[in-house]
């Protein structure tokens, strides 16, 4: 079973930066494709980035051109690099690992993003 831990969120103004951080624990991340989800108020979660075991990278349109997502292996950590952020930005993120021979996808405990306009 993977665990995976957020960090990274807090206030911040827009047109600020923030980077969130997930960590997971075993010895197969190498394998994982890895995500960045959001929830804001009254929303459905919503796919924001994601990076598969190759080093293949999708956006969602809303944050192309804002957004960075990244992974480091040997730190079995995946980063999300937030600029020029929005008030529209504004909600939980969570990390979301998956696998084939994971029963279920891994969710992390999320980290709150606000963004004060």
């Known amino acids: 079973q993977v665990q995976l831990v957020e960090s990274g969120g807090g206030l911040v103004q827009a047109g600020g930066s923030l980077r969130l951080s997930c960590v997971a624990s075993g010895s197969i991340f190498s394998k994982l494709a890895m995500g960045w989800y959001r929830q804001g108020p009254g929303n459905q979660r919503e796919l924001v980035a994601a990076?598969?075991?190759?080093?293949?990278?999708a956006y969602a349109d809303s944050v192309k051109g804002r957004f960075t997502i990244s992974r480091d292996n040997a730190k079995n950590t995946v980063y999300l690099q937030m600029n020029n952020l929005k008030p529209e930005d504004t909600a939980v993120y969570y990390c979301?690992?998956?696998?084939?021979?994971?029963?279920?996808?891994?969710w992390g405990q999320g980290t709150q993003v606000t963004v004060s306009s």
């Open positions: 990076i598969n075991s190759g080093g293949s990278i």
């Open positions: 979301n690992a998956e696998y084939y021979a994971l029963p279920q996808a891994a």
